[in-house]
């Protein structure tokens, strides 16, 4: 696994950094809009292939993408490459759609399908044909791999390399008429079968997959390979800088090719025989991103999904960016993750922690406090009057002046958590003990001076007195109080029940297995745990799913998709104790 990475700008405030140096890909643009490169035209895209939900990952490419063409005044497009009619579908289609608006990337009114240009793509295909530059081959997939050769033998060429222009022409085209099976025949481009680079060696531009297509439905029975479509989408779009990962890098030379083949005999002004020289986008690639205790792929993705191992694609715990919306991310905090850990060109893996430490720092600034009670313990003030009301003033946000107060009911039966009181404490417990005083949070000092307990001999209740003096927690005499604990009062509190999660994967590397296993043999078992019964103050009736909180003390914590007025349903999002920051700050002394 490669080293994790420190992100360059670790110590500093990453949310108020607006200075960091170009990165290399917005060097090259701005050098091209200095020199006039595409006329001063700036225009990137987002192509995912309908094949699943998007992941951190994609995010990572559309901050990347839509951030260049906002910041040099340029356009963006979503366009999806969906050119392979066997794994997509129509609800990926639609969940990309919600997933890219979510984040903010604007395509205004350009959202395109590679499948609309697929008529246009086989016109360029007959017309390499024509040049003599492609060619219907008969060999079978696993004939193909074998006349290939390795990095260190060259290919073979296959024997229907040299047929006529007019039986290539007359076989594809009954191929397009779906006169033959599926694998039979390929079309395939004439380069070089011994050249260095494997891509070079005749790829298949086109195969044949009697499918239906979630959008062309039945027209289409030869569909293109990734390699021939991908650049002459861009081209068609006018992309200027087809941004995309690394490992396509040696796939350059190819897309190159295909174009410059099609633009063999053109002229810019169309004349002469084959029309106007099409656009030539400039590809550049970065390294994709990589999580620890995370896997990234579409593939392993849907295989958690289909084996039943979270409860669909936008399970909390999954990295899709649906996934991390329901968990309660909010599209700045992956903006700002985009941000530090910037763009570059060598593969490595980030500490899932620093994701999390963006996560908390946007969440800070913008979640209100509420008090909550996870595992409550009951609580009797036995000399508070009985029946009596009272309304403490609570702060919404201290990070946030705008914010405002609430008033929080507070009675003589409250609930604290569980964990909040030790019988016999050791030292170092501050908390509430038998005969110890806490102050409870905006209201009162409490002293515990009886604890009750059940048949089986754990705690149930516990009686304290309280210090009508302390009202608002404030301590008149300045004695010490350790503990400030939350509270919810057992009248107003309302049920609710509270989804824990924990990474997914046991491993920083999900993907380091003992032989003849998977990386789902790191499954971590306990990744979800759900408490019932816990009580939240009254202020959260009318919470809606994806609202965001900070439970005090506990964490940050989000509305659940599934919550309703009568059932109310968390999801903790993060907890409040940041190890990112805890590492930096191990790595500073
Ligand atoms: P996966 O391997 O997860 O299935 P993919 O690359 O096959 O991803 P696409 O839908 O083809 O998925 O991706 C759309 C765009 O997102 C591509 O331009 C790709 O380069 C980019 N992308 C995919 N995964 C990552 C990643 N982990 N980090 C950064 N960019 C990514
Ligand atoms: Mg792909």
Redesign the pocket.
């Known amino acids: 696994m490669a080293v994790i990475i420190w992100a360059n700008c670790m110590v500093m405030d990453m949310t108020q950094d607006n200075n960091q140096p170009l990165d290399f890909i917005r060097q090259i643009v701005a050098e091209d809009c200095k020199t006039g490169k595409w006329g001063g035209r700036v225009h990137t895209r987002?192509?995912?292939?309908p094949?699943?939900y998007l992941?951190i990952?994609?995010a990572?490419?559309i901050c990347l993408n839509y951030g260049i063409a906002k910041d040099f005044g340029g356009k963006f497009n979503l366009r999806f490459?969906d050119t392979n009619p066997s794994k997509e579908d129509q609800d990926y289609v639609d969940a990309i759609i919600e997933d890219v608006r979510w984040l903010g990337a604007d395509w205004e009114d350009r959202l395109y399908y590679a499948s609309d240009y697929f008529e246009q793509m086989y016109q360029w295909a007959v017309e390499l044909i024509k040049k003599g530059k492609a060619y219907v081959c008969d060999l079978t997939p696993e004939q193909v791999r074998q006349y290939r050769g390795t990095l260190t033998e060259p290919g073979r060429p296959s024997p229907y390399r040299n047929r006529s222009v007019e039986e290539n022409l007359d076989l594809f085209e009954r191929m397009r008429r779906g006169e033959f099976p599926d694998g039979s025949r390929t079309l395939r481009a004439k380069i070089d079968m011994a050249h260095p680079n494997l891509n070079m060696r005749d790829p298949v531009m086109y195969r044949i997959l009697h499918q239906e297509h979630h959008r062309q439905g039945n027209k289409w029975c030869i569909y293109p390979t990734y390699d021939w479509a991908h650049g002459l989408e861009d081209s068609i779009e006018g992309i200027t800088h087809s941004?995309?990962?690394l490992e396509?890098e040696n796939h350059r030379p190819l897309y190159d090719w295909f174009i410059d083949a099609i633009n063999e005999g053109r002229t810019e002004d169309g004349s002469g025989p084959w029309g106007r020289r099409i656009h030539h986008p400039q590809q550049i690639e970065?390294a994709?991103?990589?999580l620890t205790y995370t896997v990234?792929?579409?593939?392993k993705?849907l295989r958690l999904v289909e084996g039943g191992y979270v409860n669909g694609w936008d399970d909390p715990r999954m990295p899709t960016i649906a996934g991390l919306r329901r968990r309660g991310y909010s599209p700045s905090a992956i903006w700002n993750f985009a941000k530090v850990i910037g763009v570059n060109k060598y593969n490595s893996t980030v500490d899932i922690s620093l994701l999390e430490h963006c996560l908390r720092g946007d969440l800070n600034k913008t979640s209100p406090r509420v008090m909550a009670v996870l595992r409550p313990l009951k609580v009797v003030i036995t000399d508070w009057p009985q029946d009596k009301v009272e309304y403490v003033e609570a702060i919404n946000n201290p990070e946030d002046p705008t914010s405002g107060r609430r008033l929080v009911p507070f009675s003589g039966v409250l609930y604290i958590e569980q964990d909040d009181f030790m019988e016999q404490p050791p030292a170092k417990f501050y908390r509430l003990a038998p005969g110890r005083e806490v102050r409870l949070r905006y209201a009162y000092l409490i002293t515990c001076r009886e604890v009750i307990k059940d048949a089986s001999g754990k705690v149930a209740e516990l009686r304290c007195t309280y210090d009508p003096a302390t009202r608002g927690g404030e301590v008149p005499d300045g004695r010490k109080v350790k503990a400030t604990l939350h509270w919810v009062s057992a009248a107003h509190a309302i049920d609710a029940e509270v989804r824990l999660y924990d990474r997914l994967f046991l491993k920083p590397d999900p993907e380091e297995v003992q032989e003849g296993q998977d990386f789902t043999a790191n499954i971590n078992p306990n990744s979800l745990q759900i408490l019932k019964g816990c009580k939240v103050e009254p202020s959260l009736t009318d919470t809606r799913p994806l609202d965001r909180w900070q439970f005090e003390r506990l964490g940050y914590f989000c509305t659940d998709l599934d919550s309703r007025p009568d059932r109310l349903v968390f999801n903790r999002t993060v907890e409040l104790k940041d190890t990112w920051a805890k590492l930096v700050r191990k790595r500073q002394v």
């Open positions: 987002f192509p995912p292939e094949n699943g992941h990952g994609h990572k490419a490459d941004i995309c990962t396509f970065f994709r991103l990589n990234l792929s579409k593939r993705l």
